[in-house]
């Protein structure tokens, strides 16, 4: 079985700031593991994704995630939020193949001007 | 725009009406997926079609029914529902194949409201 946990339903930080969205997981197998973001009243859009290789991934939008085996972690930052990143941010993991996504609760992210 | 469209954007119906909602994506996929996202609960994965055959259906009660024609098109067959029923209905798809780990790809939603 697969869970994500994210850790933090609301996160706030001021424009400028770091930003760290937290997520941890557990999986039997090997993960792959996904951030997604919703903007209000739309769908999810990838923001990045890790599969196999380097660690360190870079998406959309200057953020970036890391793959941390030793942690079951997956955490996702940004060095510099702006006002445009205010969204709901999930964290999924799926074994692979034709196989649904498993999401965490969400973290709605706040700009403060 | 993901290349994923669903209709229509908004529905409200009675519990004794029937309805569908339609998903189409034009990306080339060969998977789609149904998700459920209510304002309590994480997102949940509804149903899995993989080469136009339903491969998982996560214990949804019979009052959904989905359809997958072609690689094109999923339906979302709706009758009898209950008020809980309202949610947010998304849809993906995604490439499966030797690659694994594919991203999946979601469509805008369709917010269905059950009076």
């Known amino acids: 079985a697969q869970s994500v946990t994210q850790l933090g339903s609301h996160v706030s930080v001021s424009e400028g700031a770091l930003v760290l969205l937290r997520c941890n997981y557990s999986?039997?197998?090997?993960?792959?593991l996904f951030w997604y973001v919703q903007y209000p009243n739309q769908g999810l859009q990838l923001l990045l994704k890790?599969?196999?290789?380097?660690?360190l991934v870079k998406g959309i939008n200057g953020f970036e995630a890391e793959f941390k085996k030793s942690e079951t972690s997956f955490h996702l930052t940004k060095p510099s939020a702006h006002m445009s990143d205010a969204a709901e941010y999930f964290c999924?993991?799926?074994?692979?193949?034709?196989?649904?996504?498993?999401f965490g609760k969400g973290t709605h992210l706040i700009i403060q001007p | 725009e993901t290349g994923v469209t669903q209709t229509p954007r908004h529905l409200v119906m009675g519990m004794t009406n029937k309805k569908s909602l339609k998903c189409e994506q034009h990306?080339?996929?060969?998977?789609m997926y149904w998700y459920k996202q209510s304002a309590k609960k994480p997102l949940e994965l509804m149903f899995v079609?993989?080469?136009?055959?339903?491969?998982e259906n996560n214990s949804v009660p019979s009052r959904f029914s989905p359809e997958c024609p072609n690689s094109s098109h999923l339906f979302l067959h709706l009758h009898t529902l209950q008020p809980e029923d309202s949610a947010l209905y998304l849809c993906?798809?995604?490439?499966?194949?030797?690659?694994?780990?594919?991203?999946?790809?979601f469509g805008p939603g369709t917010r269905l409201t059950v009076l």
């Open positions: 993906a798809s995604s490439q499966e194949g030797t690659l694994a780990g594919e991203a999946q790809f």
């Open positions: 999986s039997s197998v090997p993960p792959y």
């Open positions: 890790y599969t196999t290789g380097a660690t």
């Open positions: 999924a993991v799926r074994r692979g193949g034709a196989d649904g996504l498993t």
């Open positions: 990306l080339g996929h060969n998977a």
């Open positions: 079609y993989s080469l136009e055959e339903r491969v």
